[in-house]
């Protein structure tokens, strides 16, 4: 999903954690071809954000304020399909990583050991798209 606004390649992150979330908006700022158009640390507030920001991709947690990211990606499959999502989890075991691929993700990782490989992966989406 290419925005006609911005050549930057658009990133939601859902995030409950502030140390994390700050950590990866820092992190994901210095990235060039990379723009964070916002942030939601509830399954309300990454629907109603991601819903009127339609970004390129959203990065997912699985444990929010007020439920789960499952809900949030099934918002995103029937809604928003062409919406890319990164599962980003401290709960990367194999049951919950087919029941997020099946539900649309594109990518499950765990938070604990592969955040590098989170900033790889956007990195490769970004530069796919200015092609």
């Keep these: 999903m290419k925005s006609c606004l911005s050549p930057?390649?658009?990133v939601y992150l859902v995030e409950d954690s502030a140390l994390i979330r700050e950590r990866l908006l820092t992190r994901l700022a210095a990235l060039p071809?990379?723009?964070?158009?916002?942030f939601a640390t509830s399954v309300r507030e990454a629907i109603?954000?991601?819903d009127g920001h339609k970004p390129d991709a959203v990065i997912l947690d699985l444990k929010l304020t007020d439920g789960t990211g499952l809900t949030v990606l099934k918002h995103l499959k029937e809604h928003l399909p062409g919406v890319l999502v990164i599962v980003l989890?401290?709960?990367a075991v194999p049951y919950i990583q087919d029941i997020c691929m099946k539900g649309g993700a594109a990518f499950f990782l765990d938070k604990?050991?592969?955040l590098g490989?989170?900033?790889e992966i956007v990195q490769t989406l970004s530069t796919q798209q200015k092609q």
């Design 8 to 10: 930057k390649y658009q």
């Design 48 to 50: 109603e954000g991601i």
């Design 89 to 91: 989890t401290n709960y």
């Design 117 to 119: 490989r989170l900033l």
């Design 112 to 114: 604990t050991a592969e």
């Design 33 to 38: 071809l990379v723009h964070v158009i916002g």
